[in-house]
């Protein structure tokens, strides 16, 4: 009980780090609906879904792909908030207190994951503003929620060995971008069929495809049981490789705090014996 106190402690004050840091609301919330209003009110009508283009089904077949987008830009200010307790000492401050180990890294985890939901939420009411209206069953609503959840774990487990490793503030975010990549050459803002032959059978193939796409299919009522078998089993590859590599670096971080922690006493020890 007391390290689930620890954990809600820890999750409020990361929260409140993030919702108090224009720098973070500006990149993770307000940037992605500025995009989700460039792209549907300026290119969307140039797009064409289907067999015509307008702006309406533009939206319609974009704000998945934006919600997801999100949550990934999200995820690069959960690896900057590692990396500064890191380097600020934080991380070795906490460690030095009596708070089991998965607890730290858990409430940035469970931090981030409920603030890429509120910013997704937030860029999902910008939608409905602008138009959009999805045929969601309560049945694909809780697979999406599902979804959204795994999706959010998954990068931010991703981000986790990136924060530790970073040597500093600026790089630990950089891996972001080459998610932002993969959702933007898959089927998240544009459909497949119009690009160039070996992008198109990369954006066919590649993570992003299947889970946007599962998305999309959500948001219209439907589960279809294919493209949620593909789009689970990229998730739990994703979440857990990523633990693994989660798991190594806080085990390398911790013992790298250790060792400052004994070189900082043992010099302490060799003044007081030099008085």
């Known amino acids: 009980m007391k390290s689930f106190k620890q954990l809600i402690v820890l999750t409020k004050?990361?929260?409140?780090?993030?919702f108090t840091d224009a720098d973070t609301i500006t990149t993770v919330i307000v940037m992605p609906a500025f995009l989700l209003l460039f792209f549907v009110y300026v290119l969307g009508g140039n797009v064409t879904i289907g067999n015509h283009g307008s702006i309406q089904a533009y939206l319609n077949y974009a704000l998945p792909g934006f919600l997801l987008l999100t949550m990934t830009m999200g995820a690069a200010y959960t690896s900057m908030r590692i990396n500064n307790d890191k380097l600020s000492g934080m991380l070795d401050r906490l460690h030095s207190l009596p708070i089991k180990r998965w607890v730290i890294l858990g409430a940035h985890t469970l931090a981030s994951i409920l603030f890429m939901l509120i910013a997704e939420i937030v860029v999902f009411i910008v939608g409905l503003l602008m138009g959009y209206r999805p045929d969601l069953t309560l049945g694909s609503a809780l697979v999406m929620l599902l979804l959204s959840i795994a999706f959010a774990l998954g990068i931010t487990l991703m981000a986790i060995p990136f924060s530790l490793?970073?040597?500093?503030?600026?790089?630990?975010?950089?891996?972001?971008?080459?998610?932002m990549m993969l959702l933007m050459v898959s089927s998240a803002l544009m459909p497949v069929k119009g690009m160039a032959k070996p992008i198109r059978i990369f954006a066919e193939n590649q993570p992003m495809t299947p889970i946007v796409n599962l998305a999309r299919d959500?948001?219209?009522?439907?589960?279809?049981i294919a493209s949620l078998l593909q789009a689970?089993?990229?998730?739990?590859?994703?979440?857990?490789?990523?633990a693994i590599f989660a798991y190594n670096a806080n085990c390398n971080s911790k013992l790298a705090s250790a060792?400052?922690?004994?070189?900082?006493?043992?010099?302490w020890e060799f003044q007081v014996d030099q008085d």
Not at 13 to 18: E, K
Not at 232 to 242: G, M, N, R, T
Request: proline share 0%; hydrophobic share 50%.
């Open 165 to 179: 490793k970073a040597k500093g503030y600026a790089g630990a975010g950089a891996f972001s971008y080459v998610l």
């Open 218 to 224: 959500l948001f219209a009522g439907n589960i279809v």
């Open 13 to 18: 004050r990361i929260l409140h780090q993030n």
């Open 232 to 242: 689970s089993i990229w998730l739990f590859i994703l979440i857990f490789v990523f």
């Open 259 to 267: 060792d400052k922690a004994h070189r900082r006493k043992g010099s």
